[in-house]
């Protein structure tokens, strides 16, 4: 008598991805990824638009050129720690289309 047949879960057939549908998973994901980058950039430099520093710290115009450059940053670390959920939707939405859903 076999324990391990006795006593193993039945699991659901699991299909067998090939290299190139993986890779194209992984392409999708890391763009969905991007895309949530880059909004919230444009939503972060809408929220700091009008905030400005005051003085002694006032950055002139290096502020001016370099805030741009902290939104991106900020939304990228927001991704990389789950982000809003945007990328997960845009993502699932990809994969239908691509029909790897």
């Not at 290096?62 to 939707?89: C, I, P, T």
Request: aromatic share 6%.
């Amino acid at each position: 008598m076999d324990i391990a047949s006795t006593f193993s879960l039945p699991t659901a057939p699991v299909e067998a991805q090939s290299a190139e549908q993986l890779a194209k998973r992984g392409q999708i994901e890391k763009t969905a990824r991007d895309f949530e980058a880059s909004f919230l950039s444009v939503m972060l430099g809408q929220m700091f638009k009008d905030v400005g520093a005051q003085a002694p710290f006032s950055g002139g115009h290096g502020e001016a050129a370099f805030k741009s450059f902290l939104g991106d940053a900020m939304a990228k670390q927001m991704v990389q720690h789950g982000g809003v959920g945007l990328a997960d939707r845009v993502t699932q939405e990809m994969l239908k289309l691509q029909g790897l859903s």
